[in-house]
């Protein structure tokens, strides 16, 4: 099966299509544009490279947070709308867990961080062992400080998601249901509405 996976969780973005655990193509952006003016011509490309028709593929993988919310909603989005137009099954998978995927051939603990801003990181941390991650933590948001010490001891910390992170994420048994998107904390349409509240 081809799966096309795809990342917007941070200001970069990531694109691959992958079959049978080989790259057919990918690419990855760092042009400070927004993920609406980047993906889709990221996914037109990487599809061309691979030489795949949109239905060819057989299933969509995206990080579905933690992370920026507008990058994560634009590209559940995009993923959701792939699939119901071209039939493809659909997996959301961890960012962090799809960071920590570049070292699932080490042997010890990775610390996957991501910047949540407003001072914040978003962290987990996974075993790595055999070319397999298992999750020592859930996805939190934490203070820098309580992110070095989760992180103290670590092999490794993973920050960037590729898209081959995404798919061995989602090959590997780490993908959710349709639609759920994992933001960790609130929007700043909740904070907003909260600050009014308590005003």
Request: aromatic fraction near 6%; proline fraction near 4%; include cysteine.
């Amino acid at each position: 099966m081809r799966v096309l996976a795809l990342d917007c969780s941070s200001e970069s973005a990531a694109a691959g299509v992958y079959e049978h655990g080989l790259c057919l193509a990918e690419g990855f952006l760092d042009n400070g544009l927004t993920h609406s003016q980047t993906l889709a011509p990221l996914i037109g490309r990487v599809l061309s490279d691979a030489k795949t028709a949109p239905r060819d593929i057989g299933r969509v993988a995206v990080t579905n947070g933690p992370g920026s919310f507008t990058g994560v909603r634009v590209g559940v989005a995009a993923a959701l709308g792939f699939a119901a137009a071209y039939g493809a099954e659909y997996a959301g998978v961890s960012s962090l867990l799809a960071a920590a995927q570049s070292y699932a051939g080490c042997e010890g603990v990775i610390a996957a961080m991501q910047d949540a801003r407003r001072g914040r990181v978003f962290a987990a941390l996974f075993r790595a062992g055999g070319g397999t991650l298992a999750r020592l933590t859930e996805d939190a948001n934490m203070t820098p400080a309580e992110a070095e010490a989760l992180a103290a001891g670590a092999l490794a910390r993973a920050a960037r998601v590729y898209s081959r992170g995404v798919y061995l994420a989602c090959l590997r048994g780490g993908a959710t249901p349709p639609g759920v998107v994992e933001y960790i904390r609130p929007s700043q349409a909740e904070r907003r509405r909260d600050s009014k509240r308590n005003a």
